[in-house]
T-cell receptor, first 114, second 116 residues
Framework: GENVEQHPSTLSVQEGDSAVIKCTYS??????FPWYKQELGKGPQLIID?????GEKKDQRIAVTLNKTAKHFSLHITETQPEDSAVYFC?????????????FGKGTKLSVIP | DGGITQSPKYLFRKEGQNVTLSCEQN?????MYWYRQDPGQGLRLIYY???????QKGDIAEGYSVSREKKESFPLTVTSAQKNPTAFYLC???????????????FGDGTRLSIL
């Protein structure tokens, strides 16, 4: 089955700096890669996702890049703000019939220092 | 507003007791999921359902049971057979995978279950 590794587990940045979180996946058949943000006591919220036919996707201060050859994808947050502080999860899902499951990384706790 | 409602927000279980967590969605989504989250861990899939009256085991189904009698509801029962039930439980839903292709999962705000 799929295995997703996420690094780093914790990340502290100064307000205004950029933050990068990286994930690697094991199943080359995976074709969908969402990123979630989870605030304390809340459920995860989808912030951006990318499909395997796209190398990069951007939404304002957030971008995701995908390298299918190396089987890794990254979340980039620019001009970080204190409200970006949260736990971020990456996930991957294989293609094919019956592939409904998402496999999640273990999360990165991002702290943005004012 | 459309969304996923989980209740209760906090739940306590006594030894030998079964408890049921509620999940309701008004998004008209076909597929629903239950995840377990432990501190410092990612989300692990317990059960999922693609359509009414059908569901499949995820990676950690032992000690849990579900039903899907209505499209909008997917309750999870934590049975006494689950020896380590203390965790944060998350319900999610999406349009399903076929023929819609990859569709994002949307989550509720969870139920925190503790042992008395």
């Amino acid at each position: 089955g799929e295995n997703v590794e996420q690094h780093p587990s914790t990340l502290s940045v100064q307000e205004g700096d950029s933050a990068v979180i990286k994930c690697t996946y094991s199943d080359s058949a995976s074709n969908y890669f969402p990123w979630y943000k989870q605030e304390l006591g809340k459920g995860p919220q989808l912030i951006i996702d990318i499909r395997s036919n796209v190398g990069e996707k951007k939404d304002q201060r957030i971008a995701v890049t995908l390298n299918k050859t190396a089987k890794h994808f990254s979340l980039h947050i620019t001009e970080t703000q204190p409200e970006d502080s949260a736990v971020y999860f990456c996930a991957a899902r294989p293609s094919g019939a019956g592939s409904y499951q998402l496999t999640f990384g273990k999360g990165t706790k991002l702290s943005v220092i004012p | 507003d459309g969304g996923i409602t989980q209740s209760p927000k906090y739940l306590f279980r006594k030894e030998g007791q079964n408890v049921t967590l509620s999940c309701e969605q008004n998004l008209n989504h076909d597929a629903m999921y239950w995840y377990r989250q432990d501190p410092g861990q990612g989300l692990r899939l317990i059960y999922y359902s693609q359509i009414v009256n059908d569901f499949q085991k995820g990676d950690i189904a032992e000690g849990y049971s579900v039903s899907r009698e209505k499209k909008e509801s997917f309750p999870l029962t934590v049975t006494s057979a689950q020896k380590n039930p203390t965790a944060f439980y998350l319900c999610a839903s999406n349009m399903g995978q076929y023929p819609s292709g990859n569709q994002p999962q949307h989550f509720g705000d969870g139920t925190r279950l503790s042992i008395l």
